[in-house]
């Protein structure tokens, strides 16, 4: 993994004329080798429909109409995008130590339960602007309370990270269900529980103009801040230098330990703000329709952006084309919805074999 | 991702209600039948013949209708959503109606856009929405987006304050689960029956309380033990719930899960005896099964059938049980005696009759008095909606 | 009904009853799935799309026992499919750069994907299920006898767990498994295929996650639907580094998980019904605070392939 890494955050400033070079042939190959194996998918899932006696023009025909051939279908693929990007960026950015987190769906879960209960007292008393901020902050600290606790458990006790998170991701559920079916339920919403209404004051409402949130310009924003994070600052050289080679990273006096705990937690904070949006945009309350799942399909995204934060917003918009099309593959084609999940698991393979190829093309920059 | 955690599936999308369906519950009186058979071959021919005459960017608009349906799980579920389905091709039936349908739709803002969808691109101006957790925020930001088209809720939650184009369906199956009670009340030696039950809400409590005051009404003794799973759908934890409510010592087992057919395998393989949920499960237990509740929206879906094919307007407010024949017990299986089928057919006519189940004086299973003697409340009552107790003769607590 | 089937009133003792019960028919998906990512680890490398095998080995099963009406001949294609989901694994990692991890959760998302797109007609019909042996007919306790009734799968589940520890310490075999996955160059220098021996081993781990699966749809719960796991393979997963890769723990472990997870139905059973989301979560709790108290700082996971990304 650490190759990937330290290969898709780019170089430090400064580089010479050779290194400019080199620096645009490789920007080519992450472009030209993932489309690449965007084609070979869809070769294979054309052949896979045709043998089911299906028609593939047809099936990528609708695909483009239902994700990118309206205007509704752009919001529609837009808005379900911006969750992806948060959840993605819990995996890439503690992927730059080398660390595997697969269970921000906890921290995406109990981010939004913590900005629903802290909204809760405040509704209609505070004005919405300081609620709101109050619900970032909390749904932020506790998603970064939540994964740092796996950072922290990784470093101090050499607790496996990725089997770590997923635990808690179980237990994160059952304290979302526990909070909303026993002490914050709602008497109002008795058939489904869940917490109290935030009340419409506070709902953080859309982008002017489009039927989009919030969370995306933003979820944008934060790619583009901790790009620069992890590929401008001491702490992000740091994170890559351990992420590469533990050792050497202790040999030269890092402080590793608290490298994994801040990305950690910044991964958690992400995660956690994704719950933020889900409640203050779309749900306005707590209760189980926050695991969406958005968590693990933050994992594909990050992992096929080769956790380059830059890359995260493309892909995460290709996800959310493909889901977004999923209704109409169905309806105009009777496939059932397992389809779009058999072509995501595809795409996502042949992507990651797609690995192999980087540096093999002396038209990139040569043999490396 | 596997179904649990990274498909919403198991705990986030679920509907809070039981899922219906099953092999041939519903065919017979709309001409329309489904066997395990005929839906084998049908899911078959879906998977590999395309439906050709439906390409194009731009769908043929059916000169009057196209209904979209959406549903929260899988259409064939074994279940509630497999039971929509199965009523809603009677909708198919109807010349000049287009049906188009998305299943797996979880309650979050993918159902706003599936139903902004089916009207932007597909010209849908019907939508039924399927599942509880649909309706609010999502359909009604829909309805009032979307003022010309119909909006129609499976749950009784629809009020005048809702838009006018918006609406509910729904049917009491408690009255079902009581018959269930009699049924096995009267099978019981000890009275010692078990409820393997999913979350409890309301609906769900008020399937236990009329399954318990069922069997109290034969044997006053009678206790009934409920497991609350904790989630719509876990199939080793349901097949875990009934071993042990069988090991305590239940004589008869019933459920409130997605799919009851592992709870009812699991008792049948046990020799313990069984009421079905949602769905005939007769044939999943040949020597325990008793009855079941199960709804029968068919009725309710040729109801709709016939009033848009003479050009009416669907009400906003459809809901009844017994009386207006949108439930039904399942046919008797073979560990119902004649004593037993006797009693049950005695109550269903009385349901049919207006039989209230909820009469004063009645206590929950604290001690509590819950509804004062003198006072009823009958199938329409919205009160019942409200059920957050449990009636005396549960063992079990609610929260 | 049979009398005999009546079930004695045993007040709290029907708790320990109902784990032990529940650990046995609970287990057997968790011990092949372990079991198989045990062997896979051992030789250097993850597999992490278990999960995904471990349902399309749930959904083949079902089928092929339905379309053939012998449920034996359903676990040995879910094996099949299991083993091929393994050599894609291994003949994907074999590539060079290709991180392992990664893969497994890409596969985990297809073979999850295939299963629900196949498995579609085969919700609503009954398949042939897998025979029991009862143990427990000298008992006059029904519950006693109930938790006796084991399938056959659990016993050879249990002897390939001793089976794979003794092969692992005294076999060539099993040598070579073990040089391979400590350290590459060495196996190397005694002339062995590491990819080879890796191919193997995942193929080999993808078989037995299959025939875990298979055992979810054709004994218990006992049928296919696409709620039908809720988890079991990725925490079997989990519990390999719980058991320290040693085969005889992941059988303890199985054991283990089986039975917390039992815990919450039971105590409801016996009317001790507050906090059921607590027990239900036990299984998770009690693993990661095994995994944090047994887990170290400074040295090394006992028993940890050197080869293994996730340790490194």
Known sequence: MSDAVRDGTGLPAGAGMAEWRDRIGRSAEYLAIPLFALIVSAALFSLFLLALGQSPGQFFQLLWVGGYGTSFSWQNTLVRSAPLIFTALCVAIPAQLGLVIIGGEGALVLGGLAAAVIALPLAGTAPPAIVLFLMLVAAVGVGAVWIGLVGLLRYGRGVNETIASLLMFYIAISILNFVVEGPLRDPASPNKPSTASIGEANMIGNVPGIDVHWGLPIGILLCVLLYLLMSRTTFGFAARVTGGNVRAAQGQGLPVGKLVVAATAIAGGCAGLAGFFEVAAIHGKANASLIAGYGFSGILVSFLARHNPLAIPPVAILFGGIAAAGGLVQRRMGLPDATMVVLQGLIFVVLLASETLYGRFRIFGGKR | ?399 | MDPSQVATDLGWWSVPLAMFAGAIRVSTPFLFVSLGECLTEKSGRINLGLEGTLVFGAMTGYAVSYMTGSAWTGVLAAGIAGSLFGMLHAALCSLPKVNDIAVGIALMLFGVGLAFFFGKPFIQPTAPRLPSISLGEWSDISQVRVALEINPLFFIGAALAVAMWWAFRNTRAGLIVRTTGDSAAAARALGVSVLGVRFVATTIGGFMAGVGGSFLSLYYPGSWNEGLSSGQGLMAVALVIFARWNPLLCFVAALLFGAAGALGPALQSIGVSQGYHFFNAAPYVLTLLIMIVSSSKVRALRGAPGELSIVK
């Open chain 2, 1 to 399: 991702m596997h179904d649990d955690t990274s498909r919403p599936g198991a705990a986030g999308r679920r509907t809070f209600l039981p899922k219906l369906g099953g092999s041939g519950s519903l065919g017979g009186a709309g001409g329309f039948s489904l066997d395990r058979r005929t839906l084998l071959k049908g899911a078959a021919a879906g998977a590999l013949v395309a439906g050709a005459g439906l390409s194009g960017i731009r769908p043929a608009r059916a000169s009057g209708l196209t209904i979209g349906i959406v549903y929260v799980g899988p259409r064939d579920d074994y279940g509630w959503n497999q039971a929509h389905a199965v009523a809603a091709a009677a909708l198919k039936q109807v010349p000049g109606v287009t049906v188009i349908e998305e299943e797996n739709v979880p309650e979050t803002i993918a159902v706003s856009k599936s139903m902004e969808s089916m009207i932007e691109l597909d010209g849908a101006n019907l939508i039924f929405a399927t599942s509880f957790g649909y309706y609010d925020p999502y359909m009604l930001e829909m309805a009032k987006k979307f003022p010309d088209v119909q909006f129609r809720h499976a749950a009784g939650l629809w009020t005048d304050a809702a838009p006018k184009n918006a609406g509910s369906y729904f049917c009491y199956l408690d009255q079902a689960h009581y018959v269930d009670g009699i049924a096995a009340g009267l099978a019981s030696k000890a009275g010692k029956l078990g409820f393997v039950a999913a979350k409890p809400i309301p609906t769900v409590l008020l399937n236990i309380n009329s399954f318990t005051l069922g069997a109290k009404s034969v044997n006053p003794d009678a206790k009934v033990q409920v497991v609350f799973t904790g989630e719509w759908s876990m199939p080793v934890r349901e097949a875990e719930a009934t071993n042990a409510l069988i090991d305590a010592g239940a004589e008869v087992i019933t459920c409130h899960v997605d799919s009851p057919k592992v709870v009812i395998e699991t008792a049948e393989r046990r020799g313990v005896m069984t009421c079905g949920h949602n769905a005939s499960q007769a044939d999943l237990a040949p020597k325990g099964f008793l009855t079941g509740a199960e709804y029968k929206w068919l009725t309710i879906y040729k109801e709709f059938a016939d009033i848009l094919t003479t050009g009416g307007t669907l009400p906003n407010f459809v809901r009844g049980g017994y009386d207006k024949d949108y439930v039904q017990n399942t046919a008797y299986g073979a560990a119902s005696t004649d004593l037993i089928r006797a009693a049950c057919e005695q109550a269903k006519a009385e349901l049919r009759a207006g039989k209230v189940i909820y009469q004063g004086p009645m206590k929950d299973n604290t001690g509590k008095e819950v509804i004062p003697a003198g006072t009823e409340h009958d199938a329409y009552d919205v009160w019942l909606e409200q059920t957050s107790f449990l009636v005396d003769g549960v063992v079990g607590s609610t929260s």
